[in-house]
């Protein structure tokens, strides 16, 4: 029997513990549309006339946005979420570790295995699927390291308009 191999995506030998900023897209089991109420509307943009915040999150897009919301407390204010977008079938974030106090100093006390990039979004995955009941996620996610200010306010801008772009997503699909 011939098993598919998932192409692995990630840097060989990159440590994601480490402070920096990384584009998120996590997307739901078989692409399905559970993120929005208006599952009808093809044209955000058009349709609503106007910003994302129209847009109503069904009670799966809330538990989401709730968990997004958690994580920097998880993390000890060591993660932030400065950015996410819930869309129809998947999400998109920007995620920073920052393991430095202000001053630059490293935090202090006994030394603690810095939370990884995979194990943030899996815990994220694990918490939103049990308060979902049911699998919400498909197994894995796309990362990119963000290099650079021009990358991130990149990623920040592909952020912000993508419910307005959403016809012309790759996730995107007529139901």
């Known amino acids: 029997m011939e098993h ?10 990159y440590d994601y513990s480490q402070n920096g900023a990384y584009f998120i897209t ?16 093809p ?12 847009i109503q999150l069904t009670e799966y ?8 919301k958690r994580i920097p407390d998880i993390y000890n204010d060591v993660v932030f979420i400065p950015k996410s977008v819930i869309m129809p079938n998947h999400i998109h974030l920007i995620i920073v570790i920052n393991n430095y106090h202000e001053c630059g100093e490293v935090i202090s006390g006994p030394p603690k295995a810095a939370p990884t990039v995979g194990s943030i979004i899996n815990k994220f995955k694990g ?8 699998p919400v996620w498909q197994k894995s996610f796309y990362d990119r390291i963000i ?3 021009h990358e991130y306010r990149a990623y920040w801008q592909y952020i912000v308009d993508n ?12 139901e």
């Open 163 to 174: 419910p307005f772009n959403w016809e012309n997503d790759e996730l995107f699909s007529q």
């Open 127 to 134: 918490s939103v699927t049990k308060k979902c009941g049911f």
């Open 26 to 41: 996590i997307c739901t089991h078989k692409h399905r549309y559970i993120f929005w109420k208006n599952y009808d509307i």
């Open 4 to 13: 598919n191999t998932r192409k692995e995506h990630r840097l060989k030998n």
């Open 43 to 54: 044209h955000v943009g058009a349709a609503f006339g106007g910003p994302p915040e129209r």
């Open 61 to 68: 897009g809330k538990i989401v946005k709730n968990e997004l």
């Open 147 to 149: 290099r650079n200010g």
